[in-house]
């Protein structure tokens, strides 16, 4: 079946560390992928997206690499710092429009000063 | 711009009983999606609205039900509840302007606890 998912449940770095968050997808199908953040309370908070015609995509202090060929999605976080804490999701769309999505099950990142 | 608004923040009810929550999307938003959040589960689409009609809809029984108005704010109902139901039940909105790859824009959720 489709589903998204994530390599570690838990990631835990220091300050001023680069972190990377992975994701595995299912459907070779899937043409956009989505990254969230969700901080305590809160909803998940677009962080970037990637289309499958894409290897790439940079952001603030995020990168989103695509590799097709085994199917895998990384998050790339510079610099992290106290406030990246939070849960992070993949995601991928069930639909054209991009608003139907299939959630990867998360990965709690947490950074120590 | 005020972002999505879901009310109410918290709801407590019981087996059997039904419950209704609300969804205000972005101001200019047309399409509002639902999403069950557990901690076993993790996140799960329940249902799209775009212009008042259900446009997608994910694997949950005839128990969740959904509508959306013409001003765009959507409801949630779920019938008959079980212990199972009790999640963060997200809101999201999003312009539906073109025809692929909207950026979708989160509430804060409703909690809802079965007991």
């Known amino acids: 079946g489709e589903s998204v998912g994530l390599h570690l449940p838990t990631l835990s770095v220091q300050e001023g560390d680069n972190s990377i968050i992975n994701c595995a997808y299912s459907?070779?199908?899937?043409?956009?992928f989505i990254w969230y953040k969700q901080e305590s309370g809160k909803g998940p908070q677009f962080i970037i997206d990637?289309?499958?015609?894409?290897d790439k995509r940079q952001g603030q202090r995020v990168t989103v690499l695509l590799n097709k060929t085994v199917k895998h999605l990384s998050l790339q976080i510079a610099a992290t710092q106290p406030g990246d804490s939070a849960v992070y999701f993949c995601a991928e769309t069930l639909n054209q429009a991009g608003t139907a999505l299939i959630f990867g099950k998360g990965t709690t990142l947490s950074v120590s000063s | 711009k005020a972002g999505v608004t879901q009310t109410p923040r918290y709801l407590i009810k019981t087996r059997g009983q039904q419950v209704t929550l609300s969804c205000s999307p972005i101001s200019g938003h047309r399409s509002v999606s639902w999403y069950q959040q557990t901690p076993g589960q993790g996140l799960q689409f329940l249902f799209e609205?775009?212009?008042?009609?259900?446009?997608n809809k994910g694997n949950f029984p005839g128990r969740f039900s959904g509508r959306q108005f013409s001003n765009s704010r959507s409801e949630m109902n779920v019938s008959t509840l079980e212990l199972g139901d009790s999640a963060l039940y997200l809101c999201a909105s999003s312009l539906a302007v073109g025809v692929s790859n909207e950026k979708l824009f989160f509430g804060s959720g409703t909690q809802l606890s079965v007991l």
């Open positions: 459907n070779s199908a899937s043409d956009y």
């Open positions: 990637i289309r499958s015609n894409m």
């Open positions: 609205y775009f212009s008042e009609t259900q446009r």
